[in-house]
């Protein structure tokens, strides 16, 4: 196997598990499979840039500094899922899982049209950090410097997360929240303080995502998220529902899959790559229908 | 002023009435047992007071405060502390980690550390498996653990569902001995939701009976167990 494989498995994997996480989390301490979280990201792309219809963008956030670009885009990420949960999902707090799920599409449709009444339907070129195209030279294989930065980033942000979950008062509520929140709500932790704080850190995974989509792509679509949203679900399904580990491990492994798949089949075969892709993923739940890592939270509360 | 006080408090389950019209005051430092046979509106009383469960109408106060119609976070937060039925431990969380989550509105983290150091010495057990898995203590330690982590949110007033349900009568002994002990070194006032009249008879102190969701006699554990009131209470005619 080509070490170049090794990191083409690895970025596109990691992005999936970053993307899946954004659902996992939410799900974890309150049983929703927030179908928004595509658009969650395609906001985040958008926010980069000014609204017009031309088809080539013009900046806006996305003029700024690196650093300031990426902690204003985080923090819009943050800011809108955590707005979404205050405006649509609060009040909805005590409906069935069902009701919130669709509230969660609504929302998305929502999001879309306004971001297709301010950007037009055209995909717009977007330029950012081109440089970070070039390839460098690791051992034998060519890697655009990107794919090394989306792997370090992953593998530092999963550090981290798993380093706050373990560690921060907040993590270990959410921990706790995930496997039985009215009890931890009789312990004294405020269930508005957990869900904010899971909105919060899956609206700043949705905006990493969005950042290396359209660092990678060149491209602002109000499709984007769509697709992405569609992976990471069926990552956090064959992972296990509620399970954290599992949405990253079965994001990881769809991206490994997908780059093989893409490598190794014959070449009639490849523009097919994703039905061959959800077959396996059909297989895999077939034999374990519970996801690969079934979670204690997953249970439905009643 | 009473600790606790309940006043008219119903619970409803869509046509079902589980706790009809409950009224009764438990003192500072009490412990209150609530007795009586299944579907009696124990548990139901219980959620009820902590905020679990919406109560239908009525009142409970806690020092004068009214706690009705709070979130059971707020209820938590003002003093008041559930050990529910069935123990309801995390059981992913490690030991340590299920007694420190009701801490987190404490700001004297020196008292915490006391507080942990009492829970400790207590319960040794809980010393020992602080690093495990919660979900691999037995269930005599998993009650341990439920009192403990209740005691841990610093509680003026507890409340316990069922301590003794699935243990044996040794552990349930223990169980009992320990929660005594802890309610005379922190001056705690418990209400105890306990199945068994005898076994309230022996641990001591004033017990409620209920029945088909009412309280039918109100007196000392002692004095039931002795009387008839018991027959009374899980035979007589409830109405």
């Known amino acids: 196997m080509s070490l170049q494989l090794v990191f083409d498995a690895l970025s596109l994997g990691g992005i999936y598990a970053i993307a899946a996480l954004g659902i996992a989390l939410i799900f974890g301490v309150m049983n929703l499979v927030n179908f928004a979280h595509g658009q969650f990201i395609a906001c985040s792309v958008f926010a980069l840039i000014l609204p017009s219809a031309d088809a080539v963008a013009t900046m806006g956030l996305g003029a700024l500094p690196a650093p300031l670009l990426i902690a204003a885009i985080l923090a819009f990420g943050a800011g809108l899922a955590v707005a979404a949960e205050a405006l649509v999902f609060r009040p909805l707090r005590n409906a069935s899982p069902v009701a919130l799920m669709v509230a969660s599409f609504a929302l998305g449709i929502l999001l879309q049209n306004i971001l297709l009444v301010a950007y037009g339907g055209r995909p717009k070129a977007v330029s950012l950090w081109p440089q970070l195209g070039s390839p460098v030279q690791v051992l034998s294989a060519q890697v655009p410097l990107l794919q090394l930065l989306v792997i370090g980033a992953v593998a530092l942000i999963l550090a981290g997360l798993a380093l706050m979950l373990k560690r921060a008062r907040v993590g270990l509520e959410m921990r706790a929240a995930a496997e039985d929140f009215d009890m931890a709500r009789m312990l004294g932790v405020r269930a508005n303080g957990v869900i904010s704080g899971a909105f919060a850190l899956s609206g700043a995974l949705a905006a990493v995502v969005a950042l290396v989509l359209v660092t990678q792509t060149g491209v602002a679509d109000v499709r984007m998220g769509g697709q992405i949203m569609l992976v990471a679900f069926i990552a956090t399904v064959v992972g296990g529902m509620g399970s954290l580990a599992g949405a990253v491990a079965a994001g990881l492994a769809l991206g490994a899959a997908s780059a093989l798949l893409q490598a190794f089949l014959p070449v009639e075969a490849r523009p097919f790559r994703d039905a061959f892709l959800y077959g396996l993923v059909i297989l895999v739940l077939l034999f374990r229908p519970q996801g690969l890592f079934a979670s204690v939270g997953a249970k439905p509360r009643v | ?239």
């Not at chain 2, 076994?199 to 039931?224: E, H, I, Q, T």
């Open chain 2, 1 to 239: 002023m009473a600790k606790l006080g309940v006043f008219d408090l119903a619970v409803r389950y869509g046509k079902l009435l589980a706790v009809k019209d409950v009224s009764f005051a438990v003192a500072e430092g009490e412990r209150l047992f609530v007795s009586g046979p299944n579907g009696a509106g124990k548990s139901s009383l219980l959620g009820a007071i902590c905020g679990a469960v919406r109560a239908a109408h009525g009142r409970v106060e806690m020092d004068g405060d009214i706690l009705s119609g709070r979130a059971p976070e707020d209820i938590a937060r003002r003093g008041l502390s559930m050990v529910p039925e069935g123990r309801r431990i995390f059981a992913g969380l490690t030991v340590r980690e299920n007694l420190m989550i009701g801490t987190g509105q404490r700001r004297d983290r020196a008292a915490v550390a006391d507080d942990l150091e009492t829970v400790y010495n207590a319960f040794p057990i809980l010393r020992e498996r602080a690093h495990a898995n919660a979900g691999a203590l037995s269930g005599g330690q998993q009650q341990m653990l439920a009192i403990s982590r209740a005691l841990m949110t610093n509680p003026k007033l507890m409340l316990v569902d069922e301590p003794s349900l699935g243990l044996a009568p040794k552990v349930v002994d223990e169980v009992y001995e320990r929660l005594c002990a802890l309610q005379a070194l922190r001056g705690l006032t418990l209400v105890i939701v306990e199945q068994s009249s005898t076994r309230a008879a022996r641990v001591g102190g004033r017990m409620l009976l209920m029945r088909g969701g009412k309280v039918v006699a109100d007196g000392d554990a002692a004095a039931f167990a002795a009387g008839d009131l018991l027959a009374e209470a899980y035979f007589g005619d409830p109405s």
